[in-house]
């Protein structure tokens, strides 16, 4: 048998026996394992996926046939299997492969993903596009359980079973979201998998599909067959079933043999068709098996020891953030707190232990948090809603019409807020500042190191109306001046600049004013802080100081701080120059090496300020 690396894929892929598929999938698990300890990434969900990832590639005819991986995350096997393996070690980073799908990397990615609970909608539209065009191939997507608690999905599944248009929905059923899955579908599929009468009719499916001969009718004939003992005998009410889909399976995930043979059968079933595989998250590598959340996005780790390497000391602001509102809960009984399926990564872990009864994690669904936020706050309580960034531009509509028009006191805890890294394009939290900016109602906070955002936290729960402390990835900052929240603060007057720099990007601020000092320019600073509702008195008096004012934020200049605060100039002689990310979608690589690039970090600023200040002599 060839090495990995030797293979040329898909292709070769169609000549290997099962065997050799088996063998295959041992060595795609090493490779991943040795790679993604050196690169960082998804590592237990791509473990969990070999064999399906495998199978699918050798009953399909790709990139004819399209696969369309809801999140994307799980994409790696299907990337090494379509001629990418050696770029793996570049994976996630500045110019190499994407850790998700993207069109323009291989024809075979379909569709560039990294939200959640797309994939049904996808294929449903893709089958009826090809339909429309007279086209022939097939499309299927693969959805986690994780993925199938968001309502997306649910809305896909009610359009696309009544379609009869022809497609495929994989469910890849781990159990798991990046912690354990939550929900009433959950349970459901739980019962599904635990059943006795499934192992039972696992047999009957085996048995018929042995003294099915080759594919083609009789496999469907026999298919219905299995599919109506499937129904009536084991499950009272299929809930795929009823939704119009034929449901087949639980199988077994990482039986190689019952994958082909399920999959050849479903692609042949006319209408759309819902196959429920069981894997297990972190498959073939113990320390994931073990404990799979933590492994579902990690940094470096020992291989040997499975010892993720340390990724520093001090508090993230996510940790900052759960304590804090932890502590507050103790003595305010109205601090609830809720989740998007993802209490951990923003820091709510504390919490939930804290107070298992005022902590509700609703699955990956961030429209549902936002508006079941608005009928906990109408109920009298002061809900603490934590999500990341892009995550919680699913709940644009809820925030406007659910929370802001109806002035309730919703909290928003906005984590990863700005530039994430290495998950790039569809994670950079870089909208937030904008998609808030024009709600009514709501007051924007953005804190510039651990103590501020503690006293922004307090603050919020003084107010009647909504709030939205957004704040970044990593680690929190720690600085030195701190006065009460009651507006922008002053940290420096500046005779030729005043720079306005918000949350994160202070500390980037002072780095600009120490350029600029040596330059013989006398800069200013001043911590935003609000970003909604402007210190226009404060914007004002800084204008009649200083000949330049620059703004600095981790976000798209459109519709940011920095336009509102020119807007509010607009009768100002003193020019306003923005700092912030470019009307344009950001690629992935490490956070400094993006900032260089664009021309964002405090060396390429203060050059930018200087040249302006050149020209206007
Ligand atoms: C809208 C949205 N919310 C949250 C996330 C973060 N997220 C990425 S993967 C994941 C869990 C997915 O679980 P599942 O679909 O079961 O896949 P598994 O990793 O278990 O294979 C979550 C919550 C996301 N990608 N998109």
Known sequence: MKKLLEYKFPQDLKKLTEYELEILAYEIRDFLISNISKTGGHLASNLGVVELSIALHRVFDTPKDKLIWDVGHQSYVHKILTGRAEDFCSLRQWGGISGFPKVKESEYDTFDTGHSSTSISLAAGMAAARDLSGEDFHVAAIIGDGALTGGLAYEALNNAGVSKANMLVVLNDNGMSISQNTGGVSKYLGKLRSSQKYT?????????????????????????????????????????????????????????????????MAREVEGPVFLHVITKKGKGYKSAEETPSKYHGTGPFDPTTGLQHSTGSAPSWSEVFGKKITAMAKDNKKIVAIGAAMLEGTGLKGFKKRFPKRTFDVGIAEGHAVTFAAGMAAGGYRPVVAIYSTFLQRAYDQIMEDVCLQNLPVLFAIDRAGIVGADGETHHGMFDLS???????????????????????????????????????????????????????????????????????????????????????????????????????????????????????????????????????????????????????????????????????????????????????
């Open 435 to 617: 998609y808030l900016n024009h709600m009514p109602n709501m007051t924007i906070l953005a804190p510039s190191d651990k103590e501020e955002l503690e006293d922004m936290l307090e603050y919020a729960v003084t107010l009647d109306g909504p709030c939205a402390i957004r704040y970044p990835r990593g680690e929190a900052a720690v600085l030195e001046f701190h006065q009460p929240i009651n507006g922008s603060l002053l940290l420096e007057e500046g005779r030729d600049v005043e720079i306005w720099a918000v949350g994160n990007m202070l500390p980037a601020g002072a780095e600009v004013r120490e350029l600029l000092k040596r330059k013989g320019i006398e800069a200013g600073l001043i911590n935003a802080r609000f970003v909604k509702p402007l210190d226009e008195k404060a914007i004002l008096a800084s204008a009649e100081r200083t000949k330049l004012v620059v703004t600095l934020e981790d976000n798209v200049i459109t519709g940011g701080f920095g336009e509102s605060l020119a807007a509010a100039m607009m009768e100002s002689p003193v020019k306003v120059l923005n700092f912030g990310w470019p009307d344009c979608f950001i690629e992935h690589g490490s956070c400094r090496q993006l900032f260089e690039t664009y021309k964002l970090d405090p060396k390429s600023i203060a050059e930018r300020i200087c040249e302006y200040i050149e020209k206007q002599a």
């Open 200 to 264: 039972d009719l696992k047999n009957k499916v085996k048995k018929n599909v042995s003294e099915i001969p080759g594919v083609g009718k009789g496999v469907v004939a026999g298919l219905q067959h299995v599919r109506d003992s499937l129904k009536y005998a084991v499950l009272d009410g299929i809930m795929f079933e009823e939704l119009g889909f034929k449901y087949f399976g639980p199988i077994d995930g990482h039986n190689m043999g019952e994958l082909l043979e399920a999959l050849s």
